[in-house]
């Protein structure tokens, strides 16, 4: 939990101050580094490589209703703004996940579209976790920054 560590490390830390930095000012980023990360909005394109992995993980391996699906989840947020897998859960029944547990469908395909880049998580509600398109929450010159 960072904000246990923030609160830690730093004096007269507040939750809502990583909020504000991660979902209002997008200075930060939530990201993936081996695991669950933050990391500062510049180094985005640092991780191209990783995403391209999952890209093409997405291409060649996803199991058959994450990738059918894929099409409806990016179109529903494309359509109706950031959308957590509450919003998507009659997308279908629940698939095995890379970690061995079920997955709701929707949050099988939100996940990958986020590890592959196409989606950044928009804000959260506590646990819950609202993707939107990473072109609607990146500048465009960081998007195609190599």
Same mark, same amino acid.
């Given at each position: 939990n960072p904000d246990l560590v923030l609160q830690a490390r730093a004096a007269g830390y507040r939750s809502?101050?990583?909020?504000?930095? +991660?979902?209002?000012?997008?200075?930060?980023?939530?990201?993936?580094?081996?695991?669950?990360?933050?990391?500062?909005?510049?180094?985005? &394109?640092?991780?191209?490589? +990783?995403? &391209? &992995?999952? &890209?093409?993980?997405l291409a060649e391996e996803m199991p058959e209703p994450v990738r059918a699906i894929l099409p409806r989840v990016r179109q529903a947020i494309r359509e109706g703004g950031p959308l957590s897998a509450l919003e998507?859960?009659?997308?279908?029944?629940?698939?095995?996940?890379?970690?061995?547990?079920?997955?709701?469908?929707?949050?099988?395909?939100?996940?990958? +579209?986020?590890l592959a880049g196409e989606l950044l998580v928009? @804000?959260?509600? @506590?646990?819950?976790?609202?993707y939107d398109l990473a072109e609607r929450c990146l500048p465009q010159e960081l998007l195609e920054a190599a």
């Open positions: 809502a101050m990583l909020r504000e930095l +991660l979902y209002q000012e997008r200075v930060l980023l939530d990201g993936w580094d081996k695991n669950m990360a933050i990391y500062p909005l510049e180094d985005w &394109a640092y991780f191209r490589r +990783l995403r &391209a &992995a999952q &890209a093409r993980r998507l859960k009659e997308l279908g029944a629940p698939v095995r996940s890379d970690w061995g547990w079920l997955a709701s469908l929707a949050r099988a395909a939100l996940e990958s +579209l986020y928009h @804000h959260r509600v @506590h646990t819950r976790k609202y």
